[in-house]
């Protein structure tokens, strides 16, 4: 096969060898641009192109019937195969059958006879039978070949009241059929001897299973005598009343069926096998003699076999893998539980299919090699004036220094190609003179060009005088650029320090009013006590006048500690809050109590309208970090909840809750407020951009929110609001920020 397809391939390349290198190749030019006629190998000739497609609609219909007629060979000879298989399996379960049929009427047949016998003992009882017994066992068995013997095995003391074994048997032996007693003994026991049981268990008057009262047993290996593989069919027998007296038995060795059945070929390499399915053991698996009488689920397939296996009807199923080939098997359950099957190999049922499909694709390649060589020659024939025409053209064309020449052509014969040859000078001549005209063309082309160069000197010149002035341009518009990123770093730090300025009106109006208390009460205290010393200057003081006096200055004094203490607090918590806002250093905080300092500085902007906030979080988040650029942050997300969040209401509400998460802090700020419009929040951090332009507002405020905690904090933020639900910002920042200017600058660009 392999041959054969390498012959194929051969022959198609020789002949698309054969097409390329008759495809024609006619080049002319000028000024070094060729006219085209034919490119040798990329067009095909007529002759080439004819060839071709002959070629192709030879080789797809070729290819069509060759499918079409190996599908046909293929199913007829699967068929046939089948069908022969089916005959193989009909036959030897039939032969099969016929043995086992034979095996039953021979063990009915000595059941009657002992229940005869058993009679007769029974009406003379003084008479012995062993001469009967003897006789009918020896001329069974010795007219019956297929057996290698049996016996009549009675019941215990049913034969006779004084004999609990009584069980004559013959055997095939070496000198022929011969009589014996010797396995009425109690070592042997025969009573308690798995084929005897079997019949007494299946008794079909006990609502057993043994009907009509022939029983198998499962096949097992005789170590009594023959030492061989075997059957035994069981017939019980009965007396007038139907009671059990015994039964005959017919040993069936399987040599000789297992010998045949080893003998059976379907295929080369195919291989029978024999189960019994009550023990569910191979009987004969000719390809590993040692899975006799072995359990089949050590084999997978064999599983499957016994349990879809049907009486008379031969089943198969494909797909089994022995040594990497598949294998078919098919099968069929005998009448009395035996599975004869056959394992093929897949390969050898198509085998025939391939050799007729080999010997078709042969036969092919010499009729298209035979084809093709007629069509060459028939070809060669037809086109030779054709090729004669084609030399003339490639004759008078010629091209030498730079210059294109045609000669007209001569041609004296009258045929088809006479018209052509015509047309042909007649294009020639216009050819002539399309290349005089282009000569001419190219001298003017050469005085055009020499004008051109010296105009791009002049162009050259004035080129670079104007990149001069682009780049002077350019440097102007770069320190403009410089200047307006100067002005606004400026804004942005007058946005800050604007915002310090409202901390600091806030907290003087704040500490107004704690000082104004406690001056009122030391001027009151300092009043009481004039009065009391003019007392003293006068007749003194009663008892209940100095009473009253020290009730009033404690009073007042408690008044006065408590108001400056708060006062103290304030100046503190306002002190802390606006060094980190105008310092730049780095230090460790507790988050949450540096929050608390943050808002007790923002008191006044809240108390105003009567707003809560409130830190929520654990107090152990201990961060180094920038508190300036924290406080910030916060004061300017405080100032525009209550500049815009609460403008119009009262009563607001901000939390601000605390979270660590490995060494990434998590502050999210949220307020119940209006909300921001969606088409406000896509530029809340835009620089100068506002809705409270017209009320002082400078834009910057989100802006400087977002570069410090993106630059300063390096970390991220985020915005989401909804109009009428408030606003949240969730800001997330390193927990340790590295203090050396080099690791905190590698850290802010990281």
């Known amino acids: 096969m392999r041959r054969i397809e390498q012959a194929y391939r051969l022959l198609k390349s020789s002949v698309l060898d054969y097409v390329l290198n008759h495809a024609s190749d006619f080049h002319a030019g000028c000024d070094g641009t060729r006219l085209a006629i034919a490119h040798r190998g990329s067009r095909l000739s007529i002759k080439a192109r ?6 192709l609609l030879e080789m797809t219909g070729y290819s069509f019937l060759l499918l079409y007629s190996s599908n046909s060979y293929e199913k007829d000879l699967v068929a046939l195969r089948e069908k ?30 002992g229940e005869r016998l058993y009679r007769l003992k029974q009406e003379h009882p003084e008479r012995d039978l062993e001469s009967l017994f003897r006789a009918l066992l020896v001329e069974n068995f010795r007219t019956f070949p297929q057996s290698i013997g049996g016996g009549i095995w009675f019941e215990p003391y049913r034969y006779d009241p004084g004999l609990k074994y009584y069980g004559p048997y013959a055997f095939r032996g070496p000198e022929g059929v011969q009589f014996s007693w010797d396995l009425n003994t109690p070592e042997y026991d025969y009573h308690n001897q798995d084929w005897y049981r079997l019949a007494a268990k299946n008794d079909s008057s006990a609502g057993g299973a043994c009907f009509p009262e ?82 089949i689920d050590t084999l997978g397939w064999a599983s499957a076999v016994a349990d879809t296996a049907e009486t008379g009807r031969v089943k198969q199923f494909s797909g089994v893998m022995i040594e990497n080939v598949e294998h078919r098997i098919e099968y069929v359950k005998t009448d009395i539980g035996l599975v004869f099957g056959m394992m093929i190999p897949v390969v050898e ?40 025409v084609l030399q003339l053209i490639r004759d008078s064309i010629r091209h030498e220094g730079g210059r294109l020449e045609v000669t007209p052509l001569e041609y004296n014969h009258r045929n088809e190609f006479t018209p052509i040859v015509t047309a ?9 003179q399309y290349t005089r005209e282009v ?101 003194g003081p009663d008892a209940g006048q100095l009473e009253k006096f020290l009730a009033d200055s404690e009073e007042g004094l408690d008044i006065l500690v408590s108001n400056l203490q708060r006062a103290a607090e304030l100046v503190r918590s306002f002190k802390q809050v606006a060094v980190d806002q105008t310092s730049e250093e780095r230090r460790q905080i507790n988050l949450a109590d540096y929050l608390n300092e943050v808002l007790v500085s923002l008191r006044p902007k809240l108390k105003v309208g009567g707003h809560q906030a409130s830190v929520e979080g654990p107090g152990d988040l201990v961060l180094q970090t920038y508190p300036g650029a924290i406080s910030q942050v916060i004061a300017n997300l405080v100032i525009n909840s209550v500049q815009h969040g609460f403008k119009d209401r009262r009563e607001g509400r901000i939390r601000i809750e605390l979270e660590r998460e490995e060494d990434t802090i998590r502050i999210r700020y949220s307020d119940d407020g209006s909300g921001i419009p969606p088409d406000v929040l896509d530029h809340v951090y835009d620089p100068f951009f506002t809705t409270d332009r017209q009320q002082g507002g400078t834009g910057l405020g989100m802006h400087v929110v977002y570069n410090l905690v993106t630059r300063r904090l390096g970390g991220h933020l985020h915005a989401d609001s909804r109009e009428g639900e408030g606003t949240s910002f969730t800001i997330e920042f390193p927990a340790n920020i590295p203090g050396d200017s080099e690791d905190r600058d590698a850290f802010m660009h990281r």
Request: charged fraction near 25%.
């Open 50 to 55: 004819i060839l071709l497609v002959v070629l």
């Open 84 to 113: 022969q298989i089916e005959a193989i399996f009909d036959g030897n379960s039939i032969r099969i059958n016929a043995i086992t049929g034979l095996m039953e009427r021979n063990v009915k047949d000595l059941a009657n006879a």
């Open 214 to 295: 022939i029983c198998w047993t499962a096949p097992y290996w005789d170590e009594a005598g023959s030492h061989a593989l075997m059957m035994t069919v069981d017939a019980l027998m009965r007396d007038e009343n139907g009671a059990v007296i015994g039964l005959a038995t017919v040993d069936w060795a399987m040599t000789e069926m297992t010998r045949f059945i080893e003998k059976i070929r379907v295929t080369e390499h195919s291989f029978p096998f024999l189960i019994e399915l009550s023990s569910r053991r191979f009987v004969s698996y000719p390809r590993s003699p040692r899975q006799v009488m072995q359990h």
């Open 349 to 388: 049922i198509t085998r025939e299919v391939d050799q007729i499909r080999r010997a078709s694709l042969f036969n092919g390649v010499l009729i298209s090699l035979f084809f093709i060589i007629c069509v060459l020659v028939t070809l060669e024939l037809l086109f030779r004036p054709f090729s004669r």
């Open 424 to 432: 042909l000078n007649t294009v020639y001549e216009h050819v002539n």
């Open 439 to 539: 000569r001419d063309a190219n001298l003017r082309l050469r005085e055009s060009r020499d004008e051109v160069g010296e105009l791009n000197l002049t162009l050259e010149a004035k080129v670079a005088e104007r990149t001069r002035e682009l780049e002077a341009r350019t440097a102007e518009a770069l320190a403009a650029l410089e200047q307006v990123r100067r002005m606004q770093d400026q804004l942005v730090e007058a946005e800050k320090m604007s915002a310090l300025g409202n901390l600091v009106a806030g907290i003087a109006h704040e500490i107004n009013t704690p000082i104004g208390v406690g001056m009122m009460a030391s001027t009151s205290l300092q009043s009481r006590i004039r009065r009391l010393r003019g007392q003293f200057d006068g007749d």
